[in-house]
């Protein structure tokens, strides 16, 4: 069988198994498969900033010039308006410290942000960061984008709910598949150029999912950011530190990725792979 060399650290990316603790049943090393039908791209380093390396970054968002973060783990959850050039957290507002902070999205003049198992949604002023309103919200809660007219959440499983953005009611639902394979562990979302862009739980990659039919269309290799991170921490990689964030600032096309607790948030350009 011929297995394209290009196709490998992706697929090792992909098939790297979870933690034991996260290990699901039945989910086993595969073998290397055919170089996926998705367009792989790398992402070139543009710039570096600093990261606040206390954040454990859920959820991550330009909006007009401003970068807006969400921060999990329980008593440590905020949301944040950040300073890009110098990682200075210009404002935040707690989340209820029993409940743990994830992933977020613009909606109107509002943020609303998840929660992981809380079973609560809330919504946030973009302008001062009060909240707004909170709501029951049935479903386990990793990342939310907007597309459209509709929210978009995922849940770390291959599903992704496209919700009414004021009862959150599911309006519809896609699987997303890899060559007709479902891709789970879905973790924080980013909508941009017609696609969701999803960091995969525990994977260095970065997917790009169509909207219609939850197909992978893209897969961005981050290995080279995650490296150096590990390289930087002397490998001692603390717990979940794990790569999870993209922002897409439409009008200048920049892109901003970094990782839970990690002390660098890197500008990157993709770059289709020859
Ligand atoms: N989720 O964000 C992927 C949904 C859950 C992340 C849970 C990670 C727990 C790590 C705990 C580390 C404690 C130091
Ligand atoms: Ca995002």
Known sequence: KRISTLALPLAAAFLAPLPVHAQQAGETQAEPGPAP???IYDAEIVARYPHDPAAFTQGLLWHDGQLYESTGL???SQI???DLATGDVLAAQAIPADQFGEGMALWGDELVSLTWMDRVIHRWSLDTLEPVRSDPFPFEGWGLTAVDSMLVASDGSATLRFLDPETYAVEREVEVTLDGRPIARLNELEAADGLIWANQWYSQV??????ADGTIRRIVDLSPLVAEVDAAQNG??????VLNGIAHDPASGRWFVTGKLWPTMFEVRLVPRE
């Open 74 to 76: 329980e008593g440590q």
């Open 206 to 211: 970065i997917v790009g999912i169509d909207p």
């Open 236 to 241: 001692a990689v603390r717990n979940g530190a």
């Open 37 to 39: 039908s998705a367009t």
């Open 80 to 82: 944040r308006k950040v």
